[in-house]
C-alpha cells in the first residue's frame, strides 16, 4: 500500500515539474504510517520538502500535489495539516490487502533486497579470553546477532566474525595466575585473576614441575609495592622457570576459555563465520610489517625510544604509541594491522561494535585507516553500554578481574534464553540498560517478552480451537467485514511492519522491532478480548481467522529475527 502512494505521488510530483512549478522530483518520498488515527493512515512532508522549490507556501503546493494525483480506488481522503504536511486515509480495501500479502509471503514478508548482496563484515564481543562471558557481554553479543539478522533479512551478506585477543599482557597475567594456582600458593598477587574458574583451569595442568617464582620480585600492593610491577616480574620468572612448559599452561588456558566462549555463544544463539587470532598477526609478522609501512610513510615517529603514530594529523587528540620503548607492540598496533587485514578482503562494508568505554579509541583506529590508504568512512563503529543487572531491587556488583560476576551462563540458566535476548535489545544499544532479573524470569504482562509469546501462543490456540470445532471450513473470507474498531487498529499495526524491519535494520536499532512487536502484541490482546473469532456466520469467522493468522505469522517473524521463539503453547 505505501509503494502504491508512493508511486501516485511520484506521479503528481512529474506533473508539477512538467508544468514548471518544480523544477525537478525528488528521488525519494517519505510516507510515514500516522500514530493518530484522526490522521489518516499516512503522512507525508513532501510539500514542506518542496515548497522552496515552488516559490510558494507548503500549503498552497499540498493542494496543487493533491489535485494532480490519479484518480484511485485507494485513497478515500485526503487533507492538508499543520504547517503543509499532507494526511492520506486509505480504503478499507487498500488497508486489508497486506493480510493476504503476509500470509502469501510467510518468512519472507517484510524482507527486501535493499541491499543487493552487499558484503557486511560484523565484528562484535571479541571479549579478552581472560575469563567466560558475563551479563555485559551478553548485551553485546544480543544486539550484534539481532543486527546481523536484521541485515540478512535486507539483502546484506553478513558475516559475524570474533578478534580473539590472545596475545598480549593479559594473557600471560592469566597464564600466570594459573600456573600461581596450580602450585598452590598463598601469595597470589592483587593484579592475577581471582575466579573459580581458574582453579577448575590448574585443576587440568599435567607434568608441570611446581616451582617458586617469586624470588627478586617487587612487592605487591597491599604490602606496599607497585602492583603492576609485581605481576610483570611473576610473569618473566614464570617464563623462565618454566621454559618450554609455561607454553603449555598458557594454551591450556586460552583453549579452555575460548571454548567455553563458543560454547555459551552458540547455545544463546549466535554464530560466527570466522573467529580471528591476534596471535597470528603476530606469528604471521603482518603487525611488524604494517608498522613498518607506516613508518616508510612518515606516519610514524621515533620518541623516547618509543615508536609513535601521528594520529594527530587525522583528528585525534594526541599522538598514540605502537611499540614501546622495550620493543613490545601495543594493543593499538595489532588492532592497526587487523584493520587492514579487514579491509583487503573486500567487503564494502566493515561494522565494529565495541563496548562504550572504547569511545576514545574511535578516533585513532579510523586514523591508522585512513594512513593506510583507505577510506575510514566504510568502517561503522557501533557502541554498546554494558548491562547493570538488578536482583531483588538491588544491583548486583561485577569485576572480572576479581571473579565477583555473573557470568552469561548462569543469567541464561536463571531466565532462559529468550528474555536474556529480547531485554538486552529492548534498549538503543548506546543507552545504559538495567536488567531486572524478577521481571526477565516474570509470567505477567509487566514482562515484554512473555507478552509477546503469549500473544502468539494465544492465536495458536484459537487456530488450534477453529480447527477442531470447524474441520471442514472452506468459507471464503470476507475482509470487508473486518471493520470493528479493534480490526482496524490491527490491520494498521499489521500495515507497519514493513516500515518497521527497514528502520532497525538500516539504523541498526533492534529496539525499534523490539517495540513494534509488543506494540502488535497489545493490539491482538485488546482484539481477543473485545470480539469473538469463532462465530457462527463462516465469512466473518473466516475473515477474522485469517486476521490473527496474519498477525501471528509477523509475530513469529519478529521474534525469529531477534533470536526469540515463538511458542504454540504457554
Given at each position: 500500500m505505501k509503494e502504491q502512494l508512493q508511486a501516485l505521488l511520484k506521479q503528481s510530483l512529474e506533473s508539477l515539474v512538467n508544468d514548471d512549478i518544480l523544477s525537478e522530483a525528488p528521488k525519494s518520498i517519505r510516507l510515514d504510517h500516522s500514530k493518530d488515527k484522526t490522521h489518516g493512515d499516512f503522512a507525508s512532508n513532501i510539500a514542506l520538502v518542496l515548497s522552496k522549490q515552488a516559490k510558494c507556501s507548503p500549503q498552497k503546493l499540498a493542494q496543487q500535489i493533491i489535485d494532480r494525483l490519479p484518480n484511485s480506488g485507494e485513497i478515500v481522503k485526503t487533507e492538508i495539516a499543520?504547517?503543509?504536511?499532507?494526511?492520506?486515509?486509505?480504503?478499507?480495501?487498500?488497508?486489508?490487502?497486506?493480510?493476504e500479502q503476509i500470509l502469501e509471503q510467510g518468512i519472507g514478508y517484510g524482507c527486501l533486497?535493499?541491499?543487493?548482496?552487499q558484503s557486511v563484515l560484523l565484528e562484535f564481543v571479541s571479549a579478552n579470553p581472560t575469563g567466560p562471558l558475563h551479563v555485559g557481554h551478553g548485551r553485546g553479543a544480543a544486539y550484534g546477532a539481532t543486527v546481523a539478522n536484521l541485515l540478512r533479512a535486507l539483502g546484506f551478506k553478513v558475516d559475524n566474525e570474533y578478534y580473539v585477543n590472545?596475545?598480549?599482557?593479559?594473557?600471560?597475567?592469566?597464564a600466570t595466575s594459573v600456573y600461581l594456582r596450580y602450585i598452590e600458593t598463598d601469595q597470589f598477587p592483587d593484579n592475577g585473576y581471582k575466579g573459580d574458574y581458574i582453579f577448575d583451569i590448574a585443576e587440568q595442568v599435567k607434568g608441570v614441575e611446581r616451582l617458586d617464582i617469586f624470588t627478586d620480585v617487587c612487592a605487591d600492593e597491599k604490602d606496599g609495592g607497585d602492583k603492576e610491577k609485581h605481576i610483570d616480574d611473576l610473569i618473566a620468572n614464570c617464563k623462565q622457570a618454566l621454559g618450554d612448559d609455561y607454553k603449555k599452561v598458557f594454551d591450556l588456558a586460552i583453549d579452555d576459555i575460548l571454548s567455553g566462549i563458543k560454547t555459551d555463544l552458540s547455545e544463546f544463539g549466535v554464530e560466527y563465520q570466522q573467529w580471528f587470532s591476534e596471535q597470528s598477526?603476530?606469528?604471521?609478522?603482518?603487525?611488524?610489517?604494517?608498522?613498518?609501512?607506516?613508518?616508510?610513510?612518515?606516519?610514524?615517529?621515533?620518541k623516547d625510544g618509543a615508536l609513535w603514530f601521528k594520529t594527530t594529523d587525522f583528528n585525534d587528540e594526541k599522538d598514540r604509541v605502537v611499540v614501546r620503548d622495550n620493543g613490545i607492540h601495543t594493543y593499538f598496533a595489532s588492532d592497526i594491522a587487523y584493520h587492514l587485514e579487514k579491509f583487503?578482503?573486500?567487503?564494502?562494508?566493515?561494522?565494529?561494535?565495541?563496548?562504550?568505554?572504547h569511545h576514545g579509541y574511535i578516533a585513532?583506529?579510523?586514523?591508522?585507516?585512513?594512513?593506510?590508504?583507505?577510506?575510514?568512512?566504510?568502517?561503522?563503529?557501533?557502541?554498546?553500554?554494558?548491562?547493570?543487572?538488578?536482583?531483588?531491587g538491588k544491583k548486583v556488583q561485577m569485576s572480572t578481574r576479581s571473579g565477583s560476576f555473573v557470568t552469561l551462563k548462569e543469567l541464561r540458566h536463571e531466565v532462559g534464553n529468550d528474555a536474556a535476548r529480547f531485554f538486552y535489545v529492548l534498549r538503543k544499544s548506546e543507552q545504559h540498560m538495567d536488567f531486572d532479573l524478577d521481571l526477565a524470569k516474570s509470567k505477567t504482562n509487566e514482562n515484554p517478552v512473555f507478552y509477546i509469546q503469549y500473544a502468539h501462543a494465544r492465536i495458536c490456540s484459537v487456530l488450534k480451537q477453529a480447527d477442531e470445532k470447524f474441520p471442514n471450513n472452506s468459507t471464503a473470507p470476507n475482509l470487508s467485514l473486518l471493520d470493528d474498531k479493534a480490526e482496524v487498529a490491527l490491520v494498521k499495526e499489521l500495515n507497519r511492519y514493513k516500515d518497521v524491519l527497514q528502520t532497525s535494520a538500516l539504523n541498526y536499532e533492534?529496539?525499534?522491532?523490539?517495540?513494534?512487536?509488543?506494540?502488535l502484541s497489545a493490539s491482538f490482546h485488546s482484539y481477543y478480548n473485545s470480539c469473538e473469532f469463532l462465530v457462527e456466520d463462516a465469512q466473518l469467522r473466516s475473515s477474522r481467522l485469517l486476521l490473527i493468522k496474519s498477525a501471528k505469522q509477523l509475530l513469529s517473524n519478529g521474534l525469529n529475527l531477534l533470536g526469540v521463539s515463538a511458542p504454540n503453547s504457554m
Open positions: 499543520g504547517p503543509g504536511f499532507i494526511n492520506f486515509f486509505m480504503s478499507q480495501g487498500s488497508n486489508t490487502a497486506v493480510l533486497d535493499i541491499g543487493k548482496g590472545d596475545a598480549g599482557r593479559q594473557m600471560d597475567i592469566l598477526l603476530i606469528d604471521s609478522g603482518r603487525a611488524k610489517t604494517t608498522i613498518k609501512s607506516l613508518q616508510d610513510s612518515g606516519h610514524i615517529y621515533e583487503e578482503r573486500g567487503y564494502d562494508k566493515i561494522i565494529n561494535i565495541w563496548g562504550a568505554d585513532r583506529v579510523k586514523a591508522s585507516v585512513e594512513a593506510l590508504g583507505h577510506k575510514s568512512e566504510k568502517l561503522e563503529i557501533l557502541l554498546v553500554q554494558f548491562a547493570n543487572l538488578y536482583r531483588g533492534p529496539h525499534v522491532l523490539a517495540y513494534y512487536l509488543r506494540d
